[in-house]
């Protein structure tokens, strides 16, 4: 499978645990998109990552957030001390990285936080 | 602001109807548009985009999409319904920033297909 790799596809946590989603982009692609899908609503840009690089955190909460994309291995979303409100659908999204190049979404990690 | 309307958030067709599924959004620039299809528990998958050029733009699954820069919208359309098009569906424009773009969506469309 060529396309972005998310795992895991479902993670539970209890309050107050931390979080790790990885995502693996598709090959050749080296920039990397997170975006959040909160229950019956459409998805909200968090952050972008080249490689070893935030490029643009605008959509990040201000705390317990924080991305990562390594020269080597995944990009990791953590997310620390996790509350009910975390609770949601977290997608991974790669391109090629030129302005018009369309990102291609990985399945998603469902988080649920008991 | 850049936003992206999509005004019905529940339809219901019968199989074999013709669908249209509404998007308006609001950028100051050319915008580059996008239509995404997500099935439950799933990602979303690209159905067509929008750069420049023809503004009829076709995409897989026999999906369309037309952009009227008068109207500031991007409509999706399929003349035939099948029941595997149930699934939700998400328009988004591209806002350029730097050399990259981050996708602003819609909240969504929940289509539901009668048999």
């Known amino acids: 499978n060529a396309g972005v790799m998310q795992n895991p596809r479902h993670l539970v946590r209890r309050r107050g645990q931390e979080a790790r989603l990885r995502c693996s982009p598709m090959?050749?692609?080296?920039?990397v998109y997170w975006y959040r899908q909160l229950p019956e609503e459409g998805l909200k840009f968090m952050v972008y990552l080249q490689k070893e690089n935030i490029i643009d955190e605008s959509g990040m909460p201000k705390e317990r957030f924080s991305a990562e994309f390594p020269k080597e291995g995944p990009s990791i979303l953590r997310i620390q001390q996790v509350v009910r409100g975390d609770s949601a659908a977290y997608f991974c999204a790669s391109s090629l990285g030129t302005a018009n190049q369309p990102q291609h979404f990985g399945d998603g990690t469902r988080l649920s936080i008991l | 602001a850049q936003s992206v309307t999509q005004p019905d958030i529940h339809i219901t067709v019968s199989e074999g109807a013709s669908l249209e599924l509404r998007c308006n959004y609001s950028?100051?620039?050319?915008?580059?548009l996008f239509w995404y299809v997500q099935s439950p528990g799933q990602g979303l998958q690209l159905l067509l985009k929008y750069f420049s050029g023809d503004t009829l733009v076709q995409g897989i699954k026999g999906f369309e999409a037309e952009f009227k820069r008068s109207q500031s919208s991007f409509n999706l359309r399929k003349p035939s319904v099948h029941w595997s098009d149930a699934a939700e569906y998400f328009c988004?424009?591209?806002?350029?920033?730097?050399?990259?773009?981050?996708?602003?969506f819609g909240a969504g469309t929940r289509l539901a297909v009668h048999p």
């Open positions: 988004a424009v591209a806002l350029f920033s730097g050399g990259y773009n981050k996708l602003i």
């Open positions: 090959k050749g692609h080296s920039h």
């Open positions: 950028y100051g620039a050319t915008p580059y």
